[in-house]
């Protein structure tokens, strides 16, 4: 099981390299399913090990061009702040109880798989939907819009802030569409966003949970060497056809985490 669970961190990385996204939904059912991590702090470790390795992936991304840091800090600006506030001051004040009706109980742990569920369903949804209108989003890049930038970051804040999520599924299509970057851009671009949501994010973290720094290090360290190697995939595979082969498999993760939390509990 050890095996496997190494074997997906390291498609944490790739799915960051290949499409700027889709990490944080795969480190979730890694670290509570295969790790055993409990949800809350798995939420943590998540924005760490995905933040480490988007900044790991910017890095060659910029050196090629491909990060755009005036829409980076425009967005940031709104998502970094949201994911601090909602990390070190929402998050705590969580009951571990949410509701109890009967011998229904709601459970800190539930809600937080469930709602991580419904965003992987339309994390995936988005990807292969997307994926049949990247070609047409990047032929013209209309006017920044201000407005919607800044209310997509909060929102993108919020996902990574409550659920470890660095929002990469929907950096994509806003970046492409709303932004008007081509397709490369948008993946760089989006990591270094990711990189700053989540490694801001958690240091709103810190002295809420007890951190086991070499079993991040470790995970850390494979999703590294993961989006290295997705970085030179990417070169040779069309973007389109990943992303919706992506979408689907994120798609029967999303379904498979709703059944096993909610309707057969």
């Given at each position: 099981?050890?095996?496997?669970?190494?074997?997906?961190?390291?498609?944490?990385?790739?799915?960051?390299?290949?499409?700027?996204?889709?990490?944080?939904?795969?480190?979730?059912?890694?670290?509570?399913?295969?790790?055993?991590?409990?949800?809350?702090?798995?939420?943590?470790?998540?924005?760490?090990?995905?933040g480490s390795t988007s900044l790991a992936g910017t890095v060659?991304?910029?050196?090629?061009?491909?990060?755009?840091?005036?829409?980076?800090?425009?967005?940031?600006?709104?998502?970094?702040?949201?994911?601090?506030?909602?990390?070190?001051?929402?998050?705590?004040?969580?009951?571990?109880?949410?509701?109890?009706?009967?011998?229904?109980?709601?459970?800190?742990?539930?809600?937080?798989?469930?709602?991580?569920a419904v965003l992987m369903v339309a994390a995936a949804i988005?990807?292969?939907?997307?994926?049949?209108?990247?070609?047409?989003?990047?032929?013209?890049?209309?006017?920044?819009?201000?407005?919607?930038?800044?209310?997509?970051?909060?929102?993108?804040?919020?996902?990574?802030?409550?659920?470890?999520?660095?929002?990469?599924?929907?950096?994509?299509?806003?970046?492409?569409?709303?932004?008007?970057?081509?397709?490369?851009?948008?993946?760089?671009?989006?990591?270094?966003?990711?990189?700053?949501?989540?490694?801001?994010?958690?240091?709103?973290?810190?002295?809420?949970?007890?951190?086991?720094?070499?079993?991040?290090?470790?995970?850390?360290?494979?999703?590294?060497?993961?989006?290295?190697?997705?970085?030179?995939?990417?070169?040779?595979?069309?973007?389109?056809?990943?992303?919706?082969?992506?979408?689907?498999?994120?798609?029967?993760?999303?379904?498979?985490?709703?059944?096993?939390?909610?309707?057969?509990?």
């Open positions: 099981m050890e095996i496997i669970a190494y074997v997906a961190s390291a498609l944490i990385g790739i799915s960051l390299g290949l499409i700027g996204g889709g990490g944080s939904i795969l480190t979730m059912p890694v670290l509570v399913y295969l790790f055993g991590v409990n949800p809350l702090l798995a939420t943590s470790y998540s924005l760490f090990i995905v060659g991304n910029f050196k090629r061009g491909l990060v755009n840091i005036k829409t980076a800090l425009l967005f940031g600006s709104a998502s970094i702040s949201t994911v601090f506030l909602t990390r070190k001051l929402i998050i705590p004040l969580i009951p571990k109880t949410i509701l109890k009706i009967g011998n229904f109980e709601l459970s800190e742990n539930m809600l937080m798989m469930a709602l991580f988005a990807m292969i939907r997307g994926a049949k209108d990247e070609t047409s989003a990047e032929r013209e890049r209309p006017k920044l819009k201000l407005a919607k930038l800044l209310f997509y970051g909060i929102a993108i804040g919020l996902a990574t802030g409550f659920l470890g999520a660095g929002g990469g599924f929907l950096l994509i299509p806003t970046l492409v569409i709303l932004v008007g970057l081509s397709m490369k851009e948008a993946v760089g671009t989006s990591l270094f966003i990711i990189a700053l949501n989540s490694l801001i994010g958690f240091t709103g973290d810190l002295g809420h949970f007890p951190i086991d720094w070499l079993f991040l290090a470790k995970i850390t360290t494979v999703a590294i060497a993961g989006i290295i190697l997705g970085g030179m995939i990417s070169k040779k595979i069309d973007g389109g056809k990943l992303k919706k082969g992506f979408g689907w498999f994120v798609l029967v993760m999303g379904c498979y985490i709703i059944l096993k939390e909610i309707v057969l509990k």
